[in-house]
């Protein structure tokens, strides 16, 4: 047999979890032949001398629906050996939409996901209305790599209250109409349903998000509809997940899960969540019970970039920063200096203990830049003065151009995460790619997952690791051709050198329509990645091939 594509001279790493051993990998019509010392010519082969040859890995949070519409690689996800990913996340898809009302879709992206709206716009007007010609157009749209697309809740929830939407409760007869659209858009591909309660994600204008007021009854009626049509997924960003994960919000939960009878999850989760410990023991007890309630888990340390100019995730919790954040450069500025708008702006300071850790990331003047890279907390202590008054004041001075970051502690015990990351309630995470773009790039994930947890630390083995990354999402999402290396399963494949796979250095590139910049991380030591049997990355460069599918899930 002549094979489209040999991987020679491998170390494979299949995972299942079993020990990795040398070997070849074949590939024929986009899935895989044969494994082991394989015999027969190739139209090409690749001798990887000795590198490891792992399943594609599998990204079970991102928001690349609008980074799609120009960018079919999604950026930077392959180059870190992702082969497929899952979108509509936090109740935001680019569908259902009303032509006359793209614009709002468009602005509830660039608010809550931190997506340009310039780009958006450029892509519009839409070629769709529903869902279901909405997934046509991405199965005919270029990929270069896989995707599985959900319903989100506020396109939903928008279509059919409109306005409203953001003002009040659903009535029974709007709830019908939901779950209609909900069972329409599964009946056409969609493998999930996903929604957000979160007070911190907020509209282009600081509105709370449509999916806010949906009330137990709208949720439990979209749930069924999932249960009646065997959706696999059922997401929700907690009300309660900044404090910690309350009781209202477990039972809510638990309740979804009983009646979807689907995989419940949520975004986001580490050892900085306050309660993470009970949360973690709630969702193990959930699963030991028969519920499927996951969280993906966050494996890098924290961190986030804002400025004053706009509303950032950090404050939207805060009444005054939402208020503040509709005014326009100049009276912002004057704001910081009145004493009044000072103290209202500081009472958030009260209860968010993360802004200990604000630093000064890129500063805009010679004065300012020569507090970069410090502590807000120490500025504060030198002059005699709070945190706030640093942060107002060097915002001040730069315009409102100051970069500030977030960041964990760099010494920090990982035991914590250590045990949540190897729960069976948890997925290693988190990218939340194509979002966020100038404030967190976490598409490096898979990389510093390898670097830091299986080379640096060893608290996961080389096996341990490649399951985390790709059979176990697998089994959670219903891929049952992907995540492993098994004849004639999809022949998604990345190759990595286990003695040097890392993210490399943070970087600024101005590549998004409009003239957006967003920030990214690229990848050393993964040379190649293979979607359905075609190489995407080639010597670490993108190949612009476009093999991608959207894919779905197994029902339940």
């Excluded at 009970?278 to 993906?296: C, K, S």
Aim: net charge negative; glycine share 8%; aromatic share 8%.
């Amino acid at each position: 047999m002549t094979y489209d594509l040999v991987v020679r001279n491998a170390l494979i790493v299949d995972g299942t979890g079993r020990k990795a051993y040398p070997g070849d990998v074949a590939v024929k019509d986009g899935r895989i032949a044969a494994i082991g010392e394989v015999q027969g010519d190739a139209t090409r082969t690749i001798d990887v001398g000795g590198q490891v040859v792992a399943p594609g890995f599998i990204d079970a949070h991102t928001h690349y629906d609008a980074q799609l519409l120009w960018d079919p690689a999604a950026n930077p996800t392959t180059v870190h050996g992702v082969t497929t990913i899952l979108a509509g996340n936090c109740g935001y898809t680019l569908a259902p939409v009303r032509s006359e009302d793209q614009g709002y879709l468009m602005g509830l992206f660039a608010a809550a996901e931190e997506i340009p709206k310039k780009a958006l716009e450029l892509q519009g007007p839409f070629p769709w209305q529903t869902f279901p010609e909405y997934l046509e157009f991405l199965e005919r749209s270029p990929l270069g790599l896989n995707v599985v697309m959900q319903i989100g809740h506020s396109a939903l929830r928008r279509w059919v209250l409109g306005d409203e939407s953001l003002e009040r409760e659903s009535t029974d007869e709007e709830i019908a109409e939901m779950v209609r659209l909900a069972e329409e858009a599964f009946d056409a591909g969609a493998s999930g349903f996903s929604s957000s309660h979160a007070p911190h994600q907020r509209g282009e204008h600081g509105e709370h998000i449509p999916t806010f007021l949906a009330s137990e009854k709208e949720m439990f009626a979209l749930a069924d509809a999932a249960r009646r049509k065997g959706v696999r997924l059922f997401s929700l960003n907690p009300r309660s997940k900044r404090e910690g994960i309350n009781e209202e919000d477990r039972e809510l939960f638990a309740k979804l899960a009983d009646i979807s009878g689907a995989v419940v999850s949520f975004n986001d989760f580490g050892m900085g969540a306050p309660n993470w410990e009970t949360t973690l023991e709630f969702m193990e007890e959930q699963q030991a019970a028969g519920r499927q309630i996951y969280a993906v888990a966050r494996c890098q340390r924290p961190e986030t970039r804002f400025t004053l100019k706009k509303l950032s995730a950090v404050f939207a919790i805060s009444e005054p920063w939402v208020e503040f954040s509709k005014y326009d450069p100049a009276q912002k500025i004057e704001f910081l200096k009145d004493p009044e708008w000072r103290a209202k702006l500081t009472e958030i300071w009260e209860s968010a203990n993360f802004l200990a850790m604000v630093s000064v990331e890129k500063a805009t003047t010679p004065d300012t830049e020569k507090l970069e890279g410090r502590l807000i907390t120490d500025i504060a202590a030198e002059r005699g003065c709070t945190p706030a008054d640093v942060m107002f004041d060097t915002a001040i001075a730069d315009e409102l151009g100051t970069f500030f970051r977030i960041s964990g502690p760099v010494n920090v015990d990982e035991a914590p995460l250590e045990r949540i990351l190897k729960s069976r309630t948890t997925l290693v995470g988190i990218s939340d790619g194509g979002a966020h773009l100038q404030t967190f790039a976490g598409g490096d994930y898979t990389s510093y997952f390898l670097q830091h947890w299986v080379r640096e630390t060893g608290r996961f083995t080389l096996e341990e690791g490649v399951a985390a990354l790709s059979s176990e999402v697998a089994e959670f999402m219903g891929l049952d051709d992907r995540g492993t290396i098994e004849v004639d399963k999809a022949a998604d494949l990345v190759v990595f050198d286990p003695a040097t796979v890392a993210p490399l250095a943070l970087e600024t590139l101005d590549d998004i329509p409009g003239g957006g910049s967003r920030m990214t991380k690229q990848a050393q030591g993964m040379p190649y990645v293979i979607v359905n049997g075609e190489v995407v990355i080639d010597g670490g460069s993108s190949t612009d091939a476009v093999p991608g599918q959207v894919l779905e899930c197994a029902r339940t």
